[in-house]
Structure formats: C-alpha cells, structure tokens
C-alpha cells in the first residue's frame, strides 16, 4: 500500500526542532511533499543556510519515517532555507537582520570575527552586507584587499541616488574608510560621525540582505546609541579575549545592550585569541591571555557562548593581505570560524522565532 502524505506529516510532527522546541511540521519547514508508492520526497526548509543542525534534522526526519510509517520507505529531503526576521516594523525594508558586532576594547579582533563571519555566511548561501562602522580606525578596507577602493553611486526606481556597496567573496561591503584617505585621521565629531554611518544605512543600495553585520567602534559611544536606537537590530555578538583588562570592558560593553532603554538581544560571546598552539607542538594549548574568560563572562550574563579562536599567525596575515582567513576552507581556523558563524545563524533563528507567531 502506498504511503499517504497524512503519514508522513504525522510522522514528522514526532521530529522537534531543539532550537526552537517545536515540531518541524508546527514550524512549517516541511513542504511540497510527493510520494510514489514507498518513495518520498519533500523539502526541509530551515531557518538558515547556515544551520548547523542541517544534518541532525535530516537523520530525525528519515528515522521518524522509518520508525512511524514503513521501515522500508525511500526517502530524499532537499534542504533549504529561508532566513527569518524580527517582526518588529523594519526602516530597511530589504535587510531582514542587523547583527553587531561589538568589543568592550580595541584590538581584541572585532574586525576580525566580523569580516570572517561575513564571509562565512556568504559561503553558505546567504546573503550577506557589511558594514564598517569603526570611525577611530576603519579595518574591513585593508581585509578585504580595497584600501583604494571608492564605491560609486547611480539612481535607484525610487528615484533617489544611492551608494552602491562593493562586493567582494560575496559580501557587499562600506566602510567608513573608503570615504576618507586611509593615511590621514578623520577628526570626526560626534554628529557628524553618527550621521556618517546613518548614510551607509540608508543612503545604500544594498538590495535584499538576510543578515546585515556591523562592525562597531569599541567600547560604548555616539555611533552605539545611533545604530541602537535607530534601527531594529536582530542582536549582538561580543568579541573578547580571556584578558581581565579586557574582560572589565566587556562586561560594560554587554551590559549596555541589555539596558533597559536600549534592550537588543545579546547572542553570544565569541572569546578570541583564547589560546596559542606552536605549529610543532600540535597537541599543547598556551594560555598566554589567561582561561576561559569569555566563557565564564558568558555565563555571568547567562548569554550563549559562542565559542573561542586560537591565535594563529595565518589569521593575522590574513587580515593584512587581504583574503580573510575562511576563505582557505579547509584551515582548523577556517572550521573553528565557520562553527561560531553556524552557533551566530542559530541565535538569531532562536531570537526571531521568540518574537514571531510560527505559521501552522
Ligand atoms: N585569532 C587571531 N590570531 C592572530 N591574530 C589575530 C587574531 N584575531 C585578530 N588578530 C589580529 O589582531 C589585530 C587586531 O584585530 P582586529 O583589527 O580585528 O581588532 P579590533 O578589535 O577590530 O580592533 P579595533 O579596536 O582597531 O577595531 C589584527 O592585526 C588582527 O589580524
């Protein structure tokens, strides 16, 4: 007897999404079922190209079909995916989420995570902005090999005329510093800073976006409560290292998201240069910066940690010729950024989803 889509989806109802804690057929992420005879095909629809749940859901799902319905049933899942968005009202109608990226200090990698981590997402497939808000030293130009690089503008339908961001391995990038001479400082005051970086938001053609990272200045100052207070933003994600200087800084960096006039949701902690490992001694772990800052930081706050990157000389050569460290997919670096990037996909899934009312 041949297997009934009914079947199916009472089977699937059985298969619960951890993140979300709800069933994948509540969630709506299964669709266009098709069955002939004991074969089965249908598409498993996440919240992100870059889940890292992809292959778990995938492994529950054929076992709930073999479990509830006909051990013997052939079944194909495609995966896709459709990033969601907060459902408070969005200015930038095409950007479905504002993600920071945020540091209590400087030079502690923030440019770092953020660059890597937008490329990352992009590896996946999803669509991916940029921008470089740091006014007191604007990075993303030099890692991403544009220092000279000057995006033009042209008229958009809407009739007005818009800079158009620069692409580069797949992210669409703007910089603060491509609009100034890289070697001379920009004195800038605070409006006028503030109303610099309102530009790159709305004065941009960056067409549709599922996430839109930014890279902030450190620390907490005009530019934060600008971009806070005037843009719906999906959340935060903190960049430390395990030192207590640094630490003390971060913690007044996370606690003021979480103010009550402010409230943006913190998605994790990402603790960066959290050890160093020499290439020949690939088995020892120097704390040089002291242990597990980020995380017990993380855990004082009872936000997600997000996870920690060693140092390595690769990514800091990286960043100064150019080509961020990701891109060399197959580096222990490349997979420990690609699993804070997936952990990051997931967050902002988790956070969307405490907002929005699943379809049935
Ligand atoms: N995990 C790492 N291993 C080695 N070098 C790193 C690592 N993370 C960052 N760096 C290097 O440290 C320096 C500072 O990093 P980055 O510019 O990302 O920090 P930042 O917090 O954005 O600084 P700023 O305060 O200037 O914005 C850069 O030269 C970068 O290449």
Redesign the pocket.
Known sequence: MSITVEQVLSALKNVEDPDLKKDLVTLNMIKDVEIENRFVRFTLELTTPACPLKEMLKNACVNAIKHFVDKEAEIAIHVTSRVTTPVNSNSLDNIKNIILVS?G???????????NLAVSLAAEGAKVGLIDA?I??P?VPT?FGLRDAKPSARETPDGKTRIIPIEKFGVKLLSLGFFADPDQPVPWRGPMASNAVKQLFNDADWGELDYLIV?L??GTGDIHITITQSYPITGAVI?TTPQQVALADTRKGLAMFLMPGINIPVLGVVE??AYFTPPELPDNKYHLFGKDGGKLLAQQFNVPFLGE?????Q??E???SGLPAVLDRTSF?AQAFGAIAGRIAQQVAIANATLVTPAV
Do not use: E, F, R, W
């Not at 990157?309 to 000389?313: D, F, N, R, T």
């Open positions: 540091s200090k400087g030079g502690v990698g923030k440019s770092t995570v953020a660059s740091d007191y030293g990075s890692m890279d200045p450190p960049v960066n240069m990157l060693p140092i390595v000389q990514v800091s990286a960043g100064d670096v």
